[in-house]
Protein backbone atom coordinates (compact mmCIF):
# COMPACT_ATOMS: atom_id res chain seq x y z
CA UNK A 1 0.00 0.00 0.00
CA UNK A 2 1.61 3.68 -0.99
CA UNK A 3 -0.35 6.94 0.52
CA UNK A 4 0.80 10.12 -1.89
CA UNK A 5 -0.03 13.31 -0.68
CA UNK A 6 1.11 15.90 -3.63
CA UNK A 7 4.11 17.94 -2.08
CA UNK A 8 3.79 17.19 1.13
CA UNK A 9 4.43 12.99 2.29
CA UNK A 10 4.41 9.67 1.02
CA UNK A 11 3.31 6.53 3.06
CA UNK A 12 5.32 3.18 1.97
CA UNK A 13 3.45 0.09 3.76
CA UNK A 14 5.73 -2.77 5.69
CA UNK A 15 3.35 -5.62 5.73
CA UNK A 16 2.09 -6.24 9.15
CA UNK A 17 3.26 -3.37 10.69
CA UNK A 18 -0.72 -1.71 10.93
CA UNK A 19 -0.20 -0.88 7.08
CA UNK A 20 -3.83 -1.61 6.47
CA UNK A 21 -5.43 1.27 9.32
CA UNK A 22 -2.27 3.65 8.32
CA UNK A 23 -2.88 3.59 4.90
CA UNK A 24 -6.98 3.55 5.48
CA UNK A 25 -6.27 7.00 7.86
CA UNK A 26 -4.32 8.47 5.48
CA UNK A 27 -5.89 7.95 2.49
CA UNK A 28 -8.75 10.02 3.74
CA UNK A 29 -6.58 13.64 4.21
CA UNK A 30 -7.46 16.38 1.47
CA UNK A 31 -6.03 15.36 -1.79
CA UNK A 32 -3.82 12.02 -1.25
CA UNK A 33 -3.89 9.26 -3.39
CA UNK A 34 -3.65 5.93 -2.10
CA UNK A 35 -2.92 2.83 -3.78
CA UNK A 36 -5.50 0.82 -2.19
CA UNK A 37 -8.46 2.78 -4.06
CA UNK A 38 -9.11 0.35 -6.30
CA UNK A 39 -10.07 -1.99 -3.52
CA UNK A 40 -12.57 -0.02 -2.97
CA UNK A 41 -13.71 0.94 -6.20
CA UNK A 42 -12.36 4.08 -6.87
CA UNK A 43 -9.90 3.25 -10.55
CA UNK A 44 -9.16 6.82 -10.22
CA UNK A 45 -5.43 6.81 -8.34
CA UNK A 46 -2.61 6.84 -10.84
CA UNK A 47 -1.43 4.69 -7.71
CA UNK A 48 -3.68 1.93 -8.18
CA UNK A 49 -1.38 -0.69 -9.48
CA UNK A 50 1.63 0.48 -6.90
CA UNK A 51 0.41 -1.46 -4.11
CA UNK A 52 3.02 -2.32 -2.61
CA UNK A 53 5.16 0.04 -4.29
CA UNK A 54 8.89 1.05 -3.50
CA UNK A 55 9.85 4.63 -3.59
CA UNK A 56 11.36 4.85 -7.07
CA UNK A 57 8.48 3.95 -8.34
CA UNK A 58 6.09 6.65 -6.44
CA UNK A 59 8.50 9.23 -7.01
CA UNK A 60 7.13 9.88 -10.90
CA UNK A 61 3.52 10.43 -9.01
CA UNK A 62 5.23 13.22 -6.60
CA UNK A 63 5.33 16.39 -7.14
CA UNK A 64 8.81 16.81 -5.16
CA UNK A 65 9.81 17.69 -1.23
CA UNK A 66 7.61 14.56 -0.05
CA UNK A 67 8.76 13.15 3.08
CA UNK A 68 8.87 9.29 2.43
CA UNK A 69 8.06 7.35 5.81
CA UNK A 70 7.46 4.06 6.53
CA UNK A 71 6.72 1.74 9.80
CA UNK A 72 9.06 -0.59 11.42
CA UNK A 73 8.27 -3.53 14.12
CA UNK A 74 10.21 -5.73 16.00
CA UNK A 75 11.44 -8.58 14.41
CA UNK A 76 10.56 -10.93 16.25
CA UNK A 77 7.21 -9.56 16.62
CA UNK A 78 6.66 -9.01 13.19
CA UNK A 79 7.48 -12.62 12.64
CA UNK A 80 5.33 -14.44 14.09
CA UNK A 81 2.52 -12.25 12.55
CA UNK A 82 4.24 -13.65 8.88
CA UNK A 83 4.47 -17.26 10.44
CA UNK A 84 0.20 -16.81 11.45
CA UNK A 85 -0.28 -15.81 8.15
CA UNK A 86 1.75 -17.99 6.28
CA UNK A 87 1.51 -21.19 8.36
CA UNK A 88 -2.21 -22.66 7.11
CA UNK A 89 -0.78 -21.93 3.38
CA UNK A 90 2.70 -23.58 3.81
CA UNK A 91 1.09 -26.58 5.70
CA UNK A 92 -1.76 -27.14 3.15
CA UNK A 93 -0.56 -25.76 -0.19
CA UNK A 94 3.68 -26.04 -0.52
CA UNK A 95 4.69 -28.80 2.44
CA UNK A 96 2.08 -30.94 3.25
CA UNK A 97 2.81 -31.12 6.90
CA UNK A 98 2.95 -29.29 10.10
CA UNK A 99 5.42 -26.32 9.96
CA UNK A 100 7.12 -25.43 12.94
CA UNK A 101 8.41 -22.08 14.00
CA UNK A 102 11.83 -22.90 14.31
CA UNK A 103 11.75 -24.42 11.03
CA UNK A 104 9.70 -21.31 9.77
CA UNK A 105 12.34 -19.06 10.66
CA UNK A 106 15.16 -21.11 9.48
CA UNK A 107 13.52 -21.34 6.00
CA UNK A 108 12.17 -17.52 5.32
CA UNK A 109 13.37 -16.61 2.27
CA UNK A 110 12.05 -15.12 -1.32
CA UNK A 111 11.13 -18.39 -2.28
CA UNK A 112 9.42 -19.40 0.66
CA UNK A 113 7.37 -16.01 0.76
CA UNK A 114 6.33 -15.83 -2.92
CA UNK A 115 3.02 -15.82 -1.61
CA UNK A 116 4.31 -12.19 -0.21
CA UNK A 117 7.28 -11.87 -1.82
CA UNK A 118 7.14 -8.22 -0.22
CA UNK A 119 7.82 -9.56 2.96
CA UNK A 120 11.68 -9.48 2.29
CA UNK A 121 13.25 -8.05 -0.22
CA UNK A 122 17.31 -8.09 -0.70
CA UNK A 123 17.00 -10.14 2.72
CA UNK A 124 15.49 -7.02 4.95
CA UNK A 125 12.54 -7.09 6.39
CA UNK A 126 12.56 -3.46 6.27
CA UNK A 127 13.21 -2.33 2.89
CA UNK A 128 11.72 0.81 2.31
CA UNK A 129 13.96 3.85 1.36
CA UNK A 130 12.13 6.09 3.72
CA UNK A 131 13.39 9.48 5.22
CA UNK A 132 11.33 8.59 8.56
CA UNK A 133 11.04 5.29 10.31
CA UNK A 134 8.16 5.49 12.31
CA UNK A 135 7.42 2.64 15.62
CA UNK A 136 5.00 0.20 15.30
CA UNK A 137 4.63 0.60 19.04
CA UNK A 138 4.24 4.83 19.16
CA UNK A 139 3.05 4.99 15.52
CA UNK A 140 0.06 7.01 16.04
CA UNK A 141 2.07 9.55 18.24
CA UNK A 142 4.81 9.25 15.53
CA UNK A 143 2.45 9.71 12.48
CA UNK A 144 0.40 12.64 13.75
CA UNK A 145 3.59 14.27 14.96
CA UNK A 146 4.64 14.43 10.75
CA UNK A 147 1.34 15.33 10.31
CA UNK A 148 1.22 18.63 12.38
CA UNK A 149 4.31 19.54 10.99
CA UNK A 150 3.11 19.25 7.49
CA UNK A 151 0.33 21.19 8.53
CA UNK A 152 -2.03 18.32 7.97
CA UNK A 153 -4.94 16.81 9.86
CA UNK A 154 -4.31 14.52 11.92
CA UNK A 155 -5.68 11.02 12.29
CA UNK A 156 -7.18 8.02 14.03
CA UNK A 157 -5.45 4.29 13.20
CA UNK A 158 -8.48 2.14 13.66
CA UNK A 159 -7.40 -1.81 14.21
CA UNK A 160 -7.85 -3.50 11.06
CA UNK A 161 -6.81 -6.67 9.21
CA UNK A 162 -5.72 -7.68 12.93
CA UNK A 163 -4.00 -11.62 13.15
CA UNK A 164 -6.49 -13.63 14.32
CA UNK A 165 -5.66 -16.18 17.44
CA UNK A 166 -2.68 -14.76 17.88
CA UNK A 167 -1.52 -14.55 21.61
CA UNK A 168 0.08 -11.18 22.53
CA UNK A 169 3.37 -11.61 23.84
CA UNK A 170 5.59 -12.90 21.05
CA UNK A 171 7.71 -14.46 22.90
CA UNK A 172 5.32 -17.24 23.72
CA UNK A 173 5.80 -18.46 19.93
CA UNK A 174 9.59 -19.12 20.04
CA UNK A 175 11.88 -21.82 21.22
CA UNK A 176 15.68 -20.88 22.07
CA UNK A 177 16.37 -22.64 18.50
CA UNK A 178 13.84 -20.34 17.19
CA UNK A 179 15.07 -17.24 18.66
CA UNK A 180 18.87 -18.18 17.88
CA UNK A 181 17.72 -18.62 14.16
CA UNK A 182 15.91 -15.55 13.95
CA UNK A 183 18.88 -13.52 15.62
CA UNK A 184 20.91 -14.82 13.04
CA UNK A 185 18.81 -13.80 10.19
CA UNK A 186 17.48 -10.95 11.58
CA UNK A 187 20.49 -9.35 13.91
CA UNK A 188 21.26 -6.17 11.33
CA UNK A 189 17.87 -5.09 11.16
CA UNK A 190 17.05 -5.59 14.67
CA UNK A 191 20.38 -3.23 15.34
CA UNK A 192 19.47 -0.65 13.07
CA UNK A 193 16.42 0.25 14.75
CA UNK A 194 17.30 -0.42 18.45
CA UNK A 195 15.49 -3.74 19.06
CA UNK A 196 17.02 -6.55 21.19
CA UNK A 197 16.81 -9.96 19.94
Same mark, same amino acid.
Not at 14 to 25: E, F, G, I, R, V
Not at 107 to 123: C, F, T, V, W
Not at 143 to 157: K, M, Y
Given at each position: ???L?P??? *?????????????N?? $????? /????????? *??????????????????? $???C? &? /???????? @??P?D???T????? +???????????? *????E????????M????????????M????A???L??????????D? $??? $????????? @??N??? &?????W??????????A????????? +??? &????
Amino acid at each position: MAVLIPGKL *VYLATPHTASTSTNWA $LSELP /GALSSSSAS *VGLDTSPLRVLHHATREEI $LPHCK &G /GELFISTH @RHPADLVVTWYLRQ +KKHLEERVLNRE *VSMEEFVEGIDDAMLNSAPYYIREGKMFWHDADKWLYYDKLRDQLNDI $LRS $LNLPTVALP @RLNVTK &GRAAVWKAYYTDKALDALRRRFWKEA +KRF &GYEL
